[in-house]
C-alpha cells in the first residue's frame, strides 16, 4: 500500500507556481489576485479560508480577505461580490460555504463572473465541464486528478465509484473520472444515500472516492484488494486528547482499508492539501487570462 501524499504533491505545486509568478513579475506584470469572502465565523470556515490565504502569500500571490458579519444582508453581499467582478486587479474569487441560512448559496455563485469563479461552482464553468471544454474546476475534485496524474494512477477501462453526489464534489468528481481525458476513461458509479447495493458497488470498484461527510463510513469488508482510495471526508469528532478539542476524520476506516488496498489518501494531508494546491492553480489560469 502506498500513501497518496497530498501534502508533498501540493508543496510540488505550489513552489511551481512560485516559479511561474516570479516570471510574471520578470515580465513586469502583476501576480495573481484572490479575494476570498468570509461571512461569520464558523470555525472550520475560518481554518480553510486561512489555509487559503497562507497559500497565496507563499507562492507570491496577492490575496485580499473581505470579513462580513453574519448578519450581513444578501444585497451586501452580492453588491461586494459586483465590485470584485469589475475590479480589473482581481483575478479569482471565493465566498466559503456554508453561508448563513438568510443568504442563498444559488445567488451568491450565480453572481460571480464566471471568469473569475476560482472555485468552478457557477453553473457556466459546470456546464462546461459537461461539455468538455476548458472551465474552472471545481478546487477538490480538480486536486484529486492532479494527485492521481502525479503517482500516474491508470483510471483508463477502471471500475469507479464516487460516493456522494454533491455539486462541490461528488459530481464533477464523477464527470472528470468519465471524461475522455488522461486520468479519465473510468466507468463511474455515482452512489448517493438512496443507493442499494453500495457495498457490492465499491467491491467491484478499481477506484472508490468517498466524499459524503460519514466518517470511517468505508470499511474494510467493502474494499477489493488493490483498490485506490480517494477519501475526501473530514469531519470534526469530539477528541480530549487534542488541544483543540476535536480531531479530523475521513470517511474511510483507514486502519482497516489500508492494508488491502494500493493507494490511499490520508485524511488529513491527502486531499484537503490537494484542493488548496488547485485553487492555486486556478487562480493563476485566471490570472493569465486577465493579464
Ligand atoms: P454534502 O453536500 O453533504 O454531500 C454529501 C453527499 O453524500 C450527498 O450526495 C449524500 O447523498 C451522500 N450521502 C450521505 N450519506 C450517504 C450514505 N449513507 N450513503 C451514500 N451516500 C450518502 O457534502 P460535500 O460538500 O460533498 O462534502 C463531503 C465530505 O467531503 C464532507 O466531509 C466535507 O467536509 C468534505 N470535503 C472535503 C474537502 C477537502 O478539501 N478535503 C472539500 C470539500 C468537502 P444525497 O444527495 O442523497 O443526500
Redesign the pocket.
Known amino acids: 500500500m502506498q500513501i497518496l501524499d497530498g501534502q508533498l504533491v501540493s508543496k510540488t505545486i505550489k513552489d511551481s507556481l512560485k516559479l511561474d509568478v516570479a516570471a510574471l513579475v520578470v515580465e513586469g506584470k502583476r501576480p495573481p489576485h484572490l479575494a476570498a469572502i468570509l461571512v461569520g465565523n464558523n470555525g472550520a470556515s475560518e481554518t480553510y479560508v486561512g489555509a487559503k490565504v497562507k497559500a497565496c502569500s507563499e507562492i507570491g500571490f496577492k490575496s485580499t480577505l473581505i470579513r462580513m458579519e453574519d448578519s450581513v444582508t444578501e444585497n451586501k453581499l452580492l453588491s461586494v461580490i459586483g465590485d470584485l467582478n469589475t475590479d480589473p486587479d482581481v483575478d479569482g474569487i471565493l465566498v466559503q460555504l456554508p453561508l448563513p441560512k438568510h443568504i442563498s448559496d444559488e445567488h451568491v455563485i450565480m453572481a460571480i463572473d464566471p471568469s473569475k469563479d476560482v472555485d468552478g461552482f457557477h453553473p457556466v464553468n459546470a456546464g462546461k465541464l459537461v461539455m468538455g471544454s476548458p472551465a474552472f474546476v471545481s478546487?477538490?475534485p480538480h486536486?484529486i486528478m492532479l494527485l492521481l496524474e502525479h503517482y500516474k494512477i491508470e483510471t483508463k477501462g477502471k471500475q469507479a465509484a464516487v460516493?456522494?453526489?454533491?455539486n462541490?464534489?461528488?459530481r464533477p468528481m464523477s464527470i472528470l473520472l468519465s471524461a475522455n481525458t488522461n486520468y479519465g476513461n473510468s466507468t463511474v458509479t455515482l452512489?448517493?444515500?438512496?443507493?442499494h447495493n453500495?457495498k457490492e458497488i465499491c467491491l467491484r470498484s478499481d477506484i472508490i472516492v468517498a466524499?459524503?461527510?460519514?466518517p470511517g463510513?468505508v470499511t474494510g469488508d467493502m474494499v477489493k484488494p488493490g483498490a485506490v482510495i480517494i477519501d475526501?471526508?473530514?469531519?470534526r469528532v469530539p477528541d480530549a486528547s487534542k488541544k483543540s478539542g476535536f480531531a479530523l476524520k475521513g470517511?474511510v476506516d483507514f486502519p482497516a482499508v489500508s492494508p488491502k488496498c494500493s493507494y490511499i489518501t490520508p485524511v488529513p494531508g491527502?486531499?484537503?492539501p490537494?484542493?488548496i494546491a488547485a485553487l492555486m492553480k486556478n487562480t493563476f489560469t485566471a490570472c493569465q487570462n486577465n493579464l
Not at 163 to 166: A, E, K, M, P
Not at 232 to 235: E, N
Open positions: 478546487a477538490t486536486g460516493i456522494g453526489r454533491s462541490i464534489v461528488g452512489c448517493h444515500s438512496h443507493t453500495l466524499a459524503l461527510g460519514r463510513f475526501v471526508g473530514i469531519t470517511d491527502g486531499v484537503g490537494m484542493t
